[in-house]
C-alpha cells in the first residue's frame, strides 16, 4: 500500500512511520520541516503546512496515497477541510482522536457533575456534551503539543472523518501514551523521587485508586498501523489501551519494580496529603477503558510487554530529565 503520514515527525507519529516501513509498504510523511524525524531513507517526505492543506493537495496527489493517517487534527473545522482535499485522491483517512472525547473524562476534568459512567469505557460509552479544557489549559498545551488550535476538540474530529460521503474513515481513541520521547515526561515524577533515594512516595487515597487507560507509544503505533492497512477498519472507531488497567498506586509499584526502587508508598486522606499532591478532578469516576474490539478485530496484542515498555521508558527519562525541572516539595512530604 502507498500511505501518507501527517504529521509524522512527533512523539507517536516516527513510530508508526517506520513500522509500516518495515511491513513493505510505500510511506510519505507531510511535515513543516521543523523537525528531521529519524525515518528510512527511502520515505519520501512533502514539506508543508497542514493548515493550508488544499495548497498541498498536487503534491499529495502526485504520491497517490492508498490511505492517509493525519496524527495532528485538532479541530472540526481541520478534519473538514482534510476530507474535503483528499476526496478523489485517497482511499482511507486514518485518525488517532484521544480517550479525552468520553463523558467520563468530562467528569475527571470537573467540567460535568455527573453521573458517573459504567466502566470499563467501550467505543459505545457516552461522549461529553463540553469543551475539553479551558482556554487557559490549551494555551498550556500548545506549549508541549504546537499543532493544538484554539478550537481544539476531536468529538468533531471524529464526526467530521466518520461521516464523510465519499472518504470513508477510521477513528482510534488513544490513552496515555508514555515511552521514549514522551513530551509530557509522565513517569519523571516517580523516576526522580526514586533516583533522589526518597524513602517514601505520597498519594492521596482518590489519586491512589483511580484507574485510567495507558499505552506504550510502540504498541499504540502497531495499532494505528494494523488499522491503517486493514480495509476491515473502514467506518469503524477502536479504543487502543493496555488491559488491565491499572490504578495509579498499582502503575507505580510497577515502575518501582523496573527502577529498583525499595521505598514505601504511603496513602493518605486527601486532606492530609501535601497539597501540591492534591490534584484536581474526581477520581471517583475512573476512565479505564476496553480496548476488547481492536484486539477481536485484528487480533492485536502488544508487542512490547509492560515490564520492557517501562523499563525502556525509565532509561529515557533519566537521560533525558525534562529542560524544566518542577519543585517536588520534599519537605512538605516529609512533613506530611
Not at 310 to 332: F, G, K, M, V
Request: hydrophobic residues 40%; glycine residues 8%; without cysteine.
Amino acid at each position: 500500500m502507498r500511505i501518507l503520514v501527517i504529521g509524522g515527525t512527533g512523539f507517536i507519529g516516527p513510530h508508526v512511520t517506520r513500522q509500516l516501513h518495515a511491513q513493505g509498504h510505500t510511506v510519505a510523511v507531510l511535515h513543516r520541516g521543523n523537525a528531521t524525524p529519524v525515518l528510512p531513507g527511502d520515505v519520501e517526505q512533502i514539506l508543508g503546512d497542514r493548515n493550508r492543506l488544499p495548497e498541498l493537495r498536487d503534491a499529495i496527489a502526485r504520491f497517490g496515497p492508498d490511505v492517509v493517517i493525519d496524527m495532528v487534527l485538532s479541530s472540526g473545522r481541520q478534519a473538514q477541510q482534510m476530507m474535503d482535499t483528499l476526496r478523489g485522491i485517497a482511499g482511507r483517512v486514518v485518525v488517532p482522536s484521544s480517550i479525552d472525547v468520553y463523558r467520563a473524562f468530562a467528569i475527571v476534568h470537573g467540567n460535568d457533575t455527573g453521573p458517573l459512567q459504567p466502566i470499563p469505557l467501550t467505543e459505545d460509552s457516552e461522549r461529553r456534551t463540553v469543551a475539553p479544557y479551558s482556554p487557559e489549559q490549551l494555551q498550556m498545551a500548545k506549549t508541549v503539543f504546537p499543532w493544538i488550535t484554539e478550537d481544539y476538540d476531536k468529538i468533531p474530529v471524529e464526526d467530521a472523518v466518520l461521516s464523510h460521503p465519499e472518504l470513508p474513515g477510521t477513528v482510534l481513541r488513544l490513552p496515555m501514551v508514555y515511552g521514549p520521547g514522551d513530551p509530557l515526561h509522565r513517569l519523571f515524577p516517580y523516576i526522580r523521587r526514586m533516583d533522589d533515594g526518597r524513602p517514601r512516595i505520597l498519594f492521596t487515597d482518590d489519586y491512589a485508586a483511580w484507574r485510567t487507560p495507558r499505552g506504550y507509544v510502540k504498541n499504540v503505533a502497531v495499532a494505528i498501523a494494523l488499522a491503517a492497512t486493514s480495509e476491515r477498519a473502514a467506518g469503524r472507531t477502536y479504543i487502543v489501551a493496555e488491559q488491565p488497567a491499572y490504578s495509579e498506586l498499582e502503575w507505580a509499584k510497577r515502575i518501582a519494580e523496573q527502577a529498583g526502587w525499595q521505598g514505601e508508598f504511603v496513602v493518605l486522606p486527601r486532606n492530609r496529603a501535601p497539597q501540591h499532591l492534591q490534584f484536581p478532578g474526581n477520581f471517583a469516576q475512573h476512565g479505564d477503558a476496553s480496548s476488547a474490539r481492536i484486539r477481536k478485530d485484528f487480533g492485536f496484542e502488544d508487542p512490547v510487554p509492560l515490564e520492557e515498555a517501562i523499563r525502556l521508558t525509565i532509561a529515557w527519562e533519566r537521560a533525558n530529565p525534562p529542560a524544566q525541572i518542577p519543585e517536588l516539595h520534599y519537605d512538605a512530604e516529609d512533613a506530611a
